[in-house]
């Protein structure tokens, strides 16, 4: 038996990464999963390997930033799976730039991808949500509130993100939704890591910095959704859940233990 046998979960962005392992755990938890991705190819890939896995899962391709395909998705998997228990939006896009050479539409693809995208992904799905009872869960990041040098369109993006979680949670609560997010930190063996620390150098002092002085996993990530989304946080929304072993609390290079 699985701690979501029965439950509907529908994860946006969940091609790849931090997204789909969040999938595969809600499905290997008895979970009735519904992944979507701009890419069919890769959407249909990923279908497949989670099927291979015994997860009872369809996909579909969609770009989160078209409002009307969301709706069409969303319709059809309310019709193969029932009313929509977990949501989870993670579409993301990001690269580093300079302010001063980054175009007008590079900065506004990003904040389309994570903000717009965030923001269409909860309104198509509101109709097909089991209410009272669902639980959103959007994937946001530490540059919501701490400013980065060469990721002013991420940081704008995603503190916009922080807000639509904490603004929803107050309009949906009456009707029994509760909506949270999740802030990832270094997270191995995603492409974010892999562009930050491509060498073991640049990796070392980037743990050094944290304070569990190791990356997190991919699985971390899904579990704390798992927690979001069970009867553990009925009380619990307008949160943003740091899962970062303490990047969020600044510099612990220095060593203050005896």
Request: overall charge negative.
């Amino acid at each position: 038996m699985g701690r979501y046998d029965g439950k509907t979960v529908f994860v946006a962005g969940a091609s790849s990464g931090i997204n789909l392992a969040i999938a595969r755990e809600f499905g290997l938890e008895g979970a009735r999963v519904s992944i979507v991705s701009r890419s069919a190819e890769k959407i249909a890939s990923a279908a497949a390997d989670l099927r291979a896995e015994g997860v009872d899962v369809v996909g579909y391709d969609c770009d989160v930033r078209d409002h009307a395909r969301l709706e069409e998705v969303f319709a059809e998997a309310h019709k193969r799976f029932g009313p929509i228990d977990v949501l989870v939006s993670g579409a993301a896009g990001n690269f580093l730039a300079p302010a001063f050479k980054m175009s007008a539409n590079a900065f506004k693809t990003v904040v389309d991808i994570d903000l717009l995208g965030t923001f269409n992904v909860f309104h198509a799905s509101f109709e097909h949500l089991r209410k009272p009872g669902a639980a959103l869960i959007a994937i946001t990041a530490g540059q919501a509130v701490h400013p980065m040098a060469f990721q002013v369109h991420a940081c704008a993006a995603k503190a916009g993100v922080n807000m639509v979680v904490k603004c929803l949670a107050l309009e949906w609560g009456p009707a029994g939704i509760r909506v949270n997010g999740i802030s990832p930190g270094p997270i191995a063996d995603t492409e974010g890591m892999i562009r930050l620390a491509a060498d073991p150098e640049a990796e070392a002092r980037l743990k050094n910095k944290l304070a569990l002085r190791d990356y997190g996993t991919k699985d971390d990530v899904a579990k704390a959704a798992l927690y979001l989304a069970s009867e553990d946080a009925h009380y619990v929304t307008g949160t943003i859940l740091n899962v970062d072993g303490g990047n969020d609390l600044g510099d612990a290079s220095a060593n203050c233990l005896p």
